[in-house]
């Protein structure tokens, strides 16, 4: 299954949603733009991963990735929408004590207001 | 000297209805690729829920990129394993074979977790996501060969 990319916006915050299989080959069809959308923009950021299907070890290291990067340029990024597997593997490497996750768009944009 | 196999084929020394699937793949993001292909389609033929086929590929991604990235000193690739799937009535077995450095992910002692962005460094996650999505996982090493073998619940 191909990764798939979709960038929005929302207010001044980016909204990046990531469909299909975020695995070490789905990184690397997507990883520069995904910097390039959630780093590089200067804006705050929403990764909606509620159309991913897996989430492996190199798709989680790319968020956590993007994520010291834009909290270096005093940019935040939220999480939202893992199910299933994925939740399962975000739950696994604690990732919510690293980067802000919400369940659904509402409540991400609200931990980006605070 | 371990058996080489130069394409996919489906063994059947098992029982009828217990399909076999055994590969020599290269340890690297398109071996990968080709090994879920190939194990999503067994698995999509016995009628495996979606889950289950998710973490079968996921187990899969996780073992062979471990692999790939700390089996063997850089620079020597590209190397190979051997990746084979058994259905049992409650269960789905994928053994993992490979002549790099001896690794037991069922004991190696993972990194401490990082409380903060800033700590969080590379490393040990492929490991961590096994022992979650695994119901069982099995490590030897005999004759110099590594044998990673993961159970699922079908």
């Known amino acids: ?114 | 000297m371990r058996p080489e196999l130069n394409s996919m084929h489906h063994a059947h020394s098992s029982p009828p209805g217990l399909p076999q699937l055994s590969l020599t793949l290269d340890a690297s993001a398109a071996g990968v690729a080709q090994a879920q292909q190939a194990v999503e389609q067994v698995l999509t033929a016995c009628g495996s829920a979606m889950g289950t086929r998710a973490r079968a590929l996921l187990l899969i991604e996780e073992a062979i990129m471990n692999v790939a990235m700390h089996g063997h000193a850089s620079g020597t690739g590209p190397h190979q394993v051997q990746l084979a799937l058994r259905l049992f009535a409650e269960s789905i077995e994928l053994s993992l074979s490979d002549d790099g450095r001896p690794f037991d992910p069922c004991h190696a002692v993972m990194p401490a977790r990082p409380t903060h962005l800033a700590q969080a460094q590379p490393g040990g996650l492929g490991v961590q996501l096994m022992r979650r999505f695994a119901r069982d996982m099995h490590y030897e090493r005999r004759d110099g060969i590594n044998l990673l073998r993961l159970w699922l619940d079908r």
């Not at chain 1, 798939?4 to 733009?33: H, K, N, Y």
């Not at chain 1, 935040?76 to 490497?93: C, K, N, P, T």
Request: proline share 3%; glycine share 8%.
């Open chain 1, 1 to 114: 299954m191909e990764i798939e990319f979709i960038e929005a916006t929302s207010g001044r915050a980016v909204i990046v949603r990531l469909q299909g299989q975020l695995d070490t080959r789905g990184v690397d069809q997507i990883e520069a733009r995904f910097n390039a959308a959630v780093v590089a923009t200067g804006h705050d950021s929403l990764v909606d991963l509620g159309g991913l299907s897996v989430i492996t070890s190199m798709g989680i290291r790319m968020l956590i990735s993007a994520a010291k990067a834009a909290s270096q340029r005093d940019k935040r990024l939220v999480l939202f929408g893992a199910q299933g597997i994925v939740h399962e593997a975000l739950d696994s490497a604690a990732l919510d004590t690293l980067i802000p996750t919400a369940p659904d768009q509402p409540q991400a944009l609200a931990k980006l207001a605070r």
